[in-house]
């Protein structure tokens, strides 16, 4: 089977140290987009302008309420919940735009590190194949090598084209988020942000009472209180008062359930921030651990104790190592982010304002 074939000894290394190249060239793009700048498209998103809109208009509608002197004291409690529902809604709607745009982010990223990876992993399988093609030359290899590395071959292109493949689809749903081309800026994320302690206990559970769900539970709560209240026998019959109560105190018990199971909600969420954190202390270990063996391989190649595909190898498996600490820190940053946007407790660097 006829294959394109290095046309230089020293290709495996060049093309491994290109493949590092290409990093630096998406970095360099004149139209990547920083996180920061594609955090801050949010405020144009569908929902979150939804959002938007619907709080401006419940506010104009408590404008009018406290203004019409016929208003009903029940009418005027109405309103005013509607501003806060909206209220927590909009910030809802934009944290959670927040977190889908960086994790958009996150998937171009990654993708155009695995291109980076496929392109170093053919050349080095186009490189096997010389080489098995030379010692079968020889008497020092058998046909059933050369085939084999010809099947490495045929599936490190296969892989290859599947991972443009989909760098090409990350693109495109990151461009459908944010507009632009889709590309993006590959300088690191600070650490800095990554490592903020979080809030304290405190803060979270104070923000319980802001979450939508809560707050419209807690709305509920207070609308059948009030009915029990509008109530007296003068006027209304018992069994007219008794419904009222009944409703208000399974209000209550919906309102406590709910409050309690976001109470868990939120504890996961945390509790996933921590288990992000010591992966990404894991693989950045590793990737340190890599570096350092690649830097020892150079030395022993350099002394001509091991074959160059050798040591491009050792440099495949150090790209290999930076894909799973990039993969770790996204997902640590996803983390935070989705706490962020499961709390409404705006974290600091996050909150893309």
Do not use: C, Y
Not at 262 to 270: E, F, M, S, V
């Amino acid at each position: 089977m006829p294959h394109a074939r290095p046309s230089h000894p020293t290709l495996g290394r060049r093309a491994l140290a290109a493949t590092t190249a290409l990093i630096l060239v998406f970095a360099a793009s004149a139209t990547a987009a920083p996180l920061d700048d594609l955090l801050a498209t949010v405020d144009a998103r569908v929902g979150v302008v939804t959002a938007s809109l619907d709080l401006d208009e419940a506010r104009r509608a408590l404008q009018r309420a406290e203004a019409d002197p016929l208003a009903l004291r029940i009418d005027l409690v109405r309103a005013r919940h509607a501003v806060d529902l909206a209220q927590s809604e909009a910030k809802a709607a934009r944290l959670e735009a927040i977190a889908e745009v960086a994790a958009a982010w996150a998937r171009v990223r990654e993708a155009e590190l695995q291109v980076a990876l496929a392109v170093g992993a053919r050349d080095l399988s186009a490189r096997a194949v010389d080489i098995a093609r030379l010692r079968l030359e020889r008497g020092s290899a058998t046909r059933l090598d050369l085939d084999e590395a010809v099947t490495a071959l045929e599936d490190a292109e296969k892989n290859l084209a599947a991972a443009r493949g989909g760098l090409a689809l990350a693109r495109a749903d990151l461009a459908g988020l944010t507009g632009g081309d889709g590309t993006v800026d590959q300088a690191p994320l600070e650490r800095t942000r990554l490592e903020r302690p979080l809030p304290a206990d405190a803060v979270f559970e104070a923000a319980l009472d802001g979450l939508p769900t809560v707050l419209r539970l807690a709305q509920a709560v207070e609308l059948a209180g009030l009915g029990v209240e509008l109530l007296d026998p003068s006027f209304a019959a018992r069994a007219q008062i008794e419904q009222a109560q009944t409703q208000l105190a399974q209000a209550e018990a919906g309102a406590a359930e709910a409050r309690r199971g976001l109470t868990l909600r939120t504890q996961a969420l945390r509790n996933a921030v921590a288990t992000a954190r010591e992966t990404d202390r894991i693989a950045r270990d590793a990737l340190a651990q890599a570096r350092e063996r690649e830097e020892i391989e150079v030395r022993r190649f350099e002394a001509g104790l091991i074959a160059e595909i050798a040591l491009d190898q050792v440099r495949l498996a150090t790209l290999q190592a930076e894909l799973r600490a990039l993969q770790a820190e996204h997902g640590l940053m996803l983390a935070l982010l989705d706490l962020q946007a499961g709390t409404l407790v705006p974290l600091e660097g996050w909150d893309g304002r």
